[in-house]
């Protein structure tokens, strides 16, 4: 009788700024420590707000990741042995990091994935809606609204004080000096002068 190879899992922390992901995903990862796990920990290159070689959280606290761009990248960096895949700000991946954690799924590894599952706009970001798809487990944080104190799942974008315009870059850096964590009531987005863009169907 052939043996069953046994297959990985997927975990996905998702939710707004300053909902506490990335404290989540380093207490997951302190935690395999202690059980002498194998694990490897990465970051998007892009995320340099305190260091490139560090998943940093806005408490202060902080853990040594490898930065990459490209998802493929992570194969070059584990082995047979590694057991645990840390993956921080996945949501400024390409849509490749999806078929990349599949693969490294069905290999028998286990990856944590932390992201927002929102962008500035209030739209789903990136590839973190097909991770939370498929993943074996979810985990949806919530923020503290900096307007009236309810659970947020927002991230507002201040520009000079004021809301950010829906048609502005989709990624722009910045922790308090440029963002806070609002509730769906106290959200706002500029869309003046944004057009929609219809498609026909017919």
Known sequence: MTKRSIKGRLEVISGSMFSGKSEELIRRIRRAELANLKITVFKHRFDDRVS???ISTHNGDKLKAIAIDNPEDIKQFINEETQIIAIDEAQFFSPEIVRTILDLVEEGKKVIAAGLDLD????????????????????????????????????????????????????????????????????????????????SIA
Not at 151 to 167: E, N
């Open 52 to 54: 490139i070689d560090f």
């Open 120 to 199: 500035f706009r209030g739209v789903p970001f990136g590839p973190i809606p097909p991770l939370l798809a498929i993943a074996d487990r979810i985990t949806k944080l919530y923020a503290v609204c900096m307007t009236c104190g309810n659970d947020a799942h927002y991230s507002q974008r201040l520009i000079d004080g004021r809301a950010a315009k829906f048609d502005d870059p989709i990624v722009l850096i910045g922790a308090q000096d440029v963002y806070q964590a609002r509730c769906r009531d106290c959200f706002i987005i500029d869309k003046v002068g944004w057009k929609p863009m219809i498609t």
